[in-house]
């Protein structure tokens, strides 16, 4: 195994740890806040070391370039949609979990 | 081996996710559950070698059908339907819907089980297309008449969609200035232009085409009736019909213009194939862009509104 592809594999193993840590917040955490906090944050980090291990794999510059434009995408869409869900949960008048809400 | 996997996976969680949209009951749930379907069975088709569908399906099946039953959803009450009162009252639904399913299966299985279709004889003859993929050589130029019907029915679709729903409101101007949607627009929009635009070119030789490109342009579209930056699309505007129209027209155009020269319907001349479809292509994206728009209803109604007209 060549140093490169133990370094992909580091990185896709260590991706996965964060995807599967993300998933596992969603279904523990307490409220909506903290659920959109593992899913975008964790996933983000997870999606860009999977790209990352892939990118090293990958056989031109060209796909290395494409997937780090779908992490990039990945990241402007889960930033917004993030604010936005959660904008939405406030307004309906989700409680942050062990918080109160102002009247 | 990873193969099998990811196909075993695939397997597994359609009918698992479809049989899961049937049983939810809670209606927003059942909205995502089915665009999760959506995005797997787009996988799905990536597996089966069909990436023009599975563009299709991502886009259209998933996107803009996704977009609009959210849509749809902030319309209605979250009252679920009791599906296990209602099978149980239509025992004929059920045994019809097992029928059908029994019969197709079986027309599936009757299917000749290495037979290679059609793909030898539009591989022989592709060369006369004016084009290098085989699938827009068929729907553009072999099976031109095929899709020019098509549009048709995309647009008496639009017109159906607005007979029945002819409001198209104007937002609230409060929305138009919020920070979030608007930079997420000006980040999105060149990119969607970019994907719709490169989408009709590598139609020539490599999946993707008018359908996908229209359907990536209807997606900027609704997110910008969304956020207010742009009206309903309305049936009195000129520009809405023109839009609606080049595509036809010109498809038509170019389909009658052979029997001038003494040709067939739809028969390209070999040497402007190539041109005319790309130009086609163009014009079937604004009208199938805007035809999808045509089904997006606009924004909601305030609900004082809504009862006053009542």
């Not at chain 1, 917040?25 to 996933?43: I, M, N, Q, S």
């Not at chain 2, 197709?104 to 009757?110: N, T």
Request: charged residues 15%.
């Amino acid at each position: 195994m060549s140093p490169l592809e133990l370094l992909s594999a580091a990185f896709l193993l260590a991706g996965a740890a964060f995807c599967l840590a993300g998933t596992v917040g969603v279904l523990r955490f307490p409220d909506v806040y903290c659920r959109l906090h593992a899913l975008t944050k964790v996933d983000n980090l997870g999606l860009g070391l999977v790209v990352a291990g892939l990118a090293l794999q990958s056989a031109s510059w060209a796909t290395a370039l494409k997937l780090f434009l779908v992490w990039l995408f990945v990241l402007i869409s889960s930033a917004f949609t993030c604010q936005l869900i959660a904008r939405a949960a406030l307004r309906r008048g989700a409680v942050p979990s062990g918080g109160r809400r102002e009247p | 081996m990873t193969d099998v996997l990811l196909d075993g996976c695939l397997a597994l969680c359609l009918p698992l996710l479809a049989w899961l949209v049937l049983r939810t009951e809670s209606l927003s749930q059942a909205v995502v559950l089915f665009v999760a379907f959506g995005l797997l069975s787009a996988l799905g088709w990536a597996r089966l070698d069909a990436p023009d569908i599975a563009l299709v399906e991502a886009a259209v099946g998933t996107g803009l059908t996704g977009a609009l039953l959210m849509h749809t959803l902030s319309w209605t009450e979250e009252t679920p339907p009791d599906v296990r009162a209602r099978a149980r009252r239509r025992p004929w639904a059920l045994l019809a819907t097992a029928a059908l399913t029994l019969l197709l299966g079986w027309a599936v299985l009757a299917l000749p089980a290495d037979s290679p279709g059609l793909g030898p004889e539009v591989e022989a003859r592709r060369e006369d297309s004016g084009v290098k993929h085989p699938v827009t050589a068929v729907l553009l130029n072999f099976r031109g008449y095929d899709t020019l019907l098509e549009i048709a029915v995309l647009l008496v679709a639009a017109l159906g969609a607005r007979a029945v729903n002819p409001r198209s409101e104007r937002a609230s101007s409060d929305a138009a200035k919020d920070p979030l949607t608007g930079e997420l627009f000006r980040m999105m929009t060149p990119a969607l232009l970019l994907v719709a635009g490169y989408l009709v070119w590598v139609g020539d030789h490599g999946p993707g085409g008018a359908f996908q490109a229209g359907a990536i342009l209807a997606g900027g579209g609704v997110v910008a009736i969304l956020t207010s930056r742009m009206g309903t699309p309305r049936m009195s505007s000129l520009r809405v019909r023109w839009a609606l129209l080049t595509g036809p027209l010109l498809f038509i155009g170019v389909g009658v213009a052979p029997l001038l020269s003494g040709r067939r319907l739809l028969e390209l001349p070999e040497k402007l194939a190539g041109t005319l479809i790309f130009i086609v292509e163009m014009a079937l994206t604004v009208t199938i862009a805007m035809v999808l728009l045509m089904f997006f209803p606009g924004t909601r109604p305030s609900r004082a509104g809504r009862g006053g007209e009542r």
